[in-house]
DNA sequence: TTATCCCAAAATGTCGACAAACGACCATGG
DNA sequence: CCATGGTCGTTTGTCGACATTTTGGGATAA
């Protein structure tokens, strides 16, 4: 019984190089060499080479056959795509809550993580997460396989930026209380109302994006 | 000098693998034994597993790990998330077409899809390859990358059920004239117009597969 | 100096063999 | 009769070795 139970061993090494990637260790375009990963984690190089099929997969690395896996990289307008259909998505996810039942036990986990939220609005990094799995729970309630995997994905590949953390880190105080407020429009059932504000968020993080990349603060 | 230029030996495998999936040869559920890939192709294991990871990718099967990778099936709520995402995104990108530029080559490109496609009136199959292509030539127009995949990967999924050409088969004519009101809006520049009839389409679609599902005309 | 060719090192692709896990069947016991 | 447990064939997971391709550098010639 040598073996871990929750995880095979390729998807524990994925993890490891997911994590890698979210904290900058690994950059957008650096190559990952099979057999380096394969004497550090001492296995040979078939549950790499299987860990790199499940991020190539998540979108985080892109395999070129006969040159290697790098990580993947956006250009800017391509992350203001990811954001906009992740925008998307949330939106079609409020048009369906309507119609679901069982808000109540949602609510009251996004209701934790907002109060979470504000013993965190010090730890950027930690409010960022904290955020997203506020979102991913808006996402759930809708009830919907195929949106919750492509909302996950989007949200993997712009994490794995370490753009929206920064991003978001400027503006701590306005999202929180926008959080707040989206769980009373939920709780009064005012979905559109809910979505615009979401709506409005979102442009304004894309709008954000944009102007950080005119002016390299750098 | 025996390999292939176009493509990488599991590439081929991939794709031999997707026409079985796709003309009905290899069932939602079935069970993807790798051995007898190997043993068919005459090659190794490692390729038929690297075919499966790039299917995986596209989402036609689901690798379950230490039991084995299934061709993907898809409730009737999940083909209806499908058909709705993609709509969306068909509609996005009809919002970036305005500011885009080159229009002209694929208004062109457009123009010889229906050309054909009022000469394959008759064929379903044939004319469900061709309006896909329509479709995909919008999503170029868009020039988004983000867009463009997603899209692809949606409608390779929505292919491999072997639905849409049936759907769209019982209205071929009215679909036929539906594309050339589509061009001529889009020359026009009428761009709302051109994106709610897609919108109309796209519902009557959905409504129509949900009649579908509820009286089995089996 | 620069361009080109060639070679060696490194990295990915493929292979066959073995290990471990899964699943089905059968036997046994209640 | 049903539940339990073991056994065995099948299938996936992992390994180390070899083949093929790419890459980078250095020698040579213009």
């Known amino acids: 019984m040598t073996n871990v139970f929750h ?3 390729p998807q524990q090494i994925a993890d490891k190089i997911t994590k890698q990637i979210m904290t ?3 950059m957008p375009g650096e190559k990952i060499i099979e057999s380096n990963y394969a004497s ?3 296995t040979s190089r078939a549950p790499i080479r299987e860990a790199l ?3 190539a997969t998540e979108g985080l690395v892109e395999r070129i056959p006969r040159k290697g896996t790098i990580v993947k990289g956006f250009s800017q307008s391509e ?3 990811l954001l906009d259909i992740r925008m998307t998505l949330e ?3 409020m048009k369906r809550i309507q119609s679901a039942s069982d808000h109540q036990s949602c609510l009251i986990k996004m209701e934790d993580l907002v109060e979470q939220m504000g013993a965190t609005l010090h730890d950027e990094k930690q409010y960022a997460l904290l955020n997203q799995e506020f979102h991913m729970t ?3 309630m809708s009830q919907s396989n195929v949106i919750h995997e492509l909302y996950q994905k989007l949200s993997k590949q712009l994490l794995s930026l370490q753009l929206l953390s920064f991003l978001e880190g400027e503006h701590i105080q306005k999202s929180y209380e926008e959080h707040q407020t989206i769980i009373h429009l939920l709780k009064n059932k005012q979905f559109d109302e809910a979505s615009s504000l979401l709506e409005d968020h979102n442009q304004a993080v894309i ?3 944009n102007l950080q990349f005119k002016s390299p603060t750098k």
Chains 1, 2 share one sequence.
């Open 24 to 26: 900058g260790d690994l």
């Open 40 to 42: 550090e984690y001492g």
């Open 7 to 9: 995880h095979s061993l």
């Open 79 to 81: 992350i203001n795509d």
């Open 138 to 140: 808006i996402i759930r």
């Open 207 to 209: 709008t954000r994006l």
């Open 91 to 93: 939106k079609m996810a």
């Open 53 to 55: 099929y499940l991020l």
